[in-house]
């Protein structure tokens, strides 16, 4: 039908930062699933999710969790500041995801 919920995340993510002590760590992850979990079972059209390239290994850990949780149609990774080239770092990164399939890479399908 063309309707749905859009979803943009802005700058609500999981930021677990290397480095930062751990209570702040836990407080950000507690924060982020919190304001998931609202969402509840609610099916997304489209979602916006950050995957900063700076929090290294943890980047996908926002991406993960909303996919695990709410029922997401598609999936655009944001906060890569017009770096196309980090896009096929992600692409390789998460190809062998559950929801791969679900994810826009800013490509013609």
């Known amino acids: 039908t063309g ?3 859009i979803f943009h995340s802005g700058d609500l993510n999981w930021w677990h930062w ?22 509840g079972r609610t099916r997304l059209a489209v979602a ?3 995957v900063d390239g700076r929090l290294g290994e943890s980047r996908y850990l926002s ?3 909303l996919m695990e949780n709410v029922p997401v149609d598609m999936v655009c990774p944001i906060h890569f500041w017009d770096d196309f080239a980090f896009l096929g770092h992600v692409e390789k990164d998460l190809s062998g995801r559950e929801y791969f399939e679900r994810i826009n890479f ?4």
């Open 63 to 65: 991406i993960d969790y």
């Open 48 to 50: 916006f999710i950050p």
């Open 3 to 5: 309707e749905g919920i």
């Open 18 to 39: 290397e480095g930062e002590p751990e209570d702040d760590n836990l407080r950000m992850a507690k924060a982020y699933k919190k304001e998931i979990d609202k969402l």
């Open 106 to 109: 800013y490509k013609e399908r």
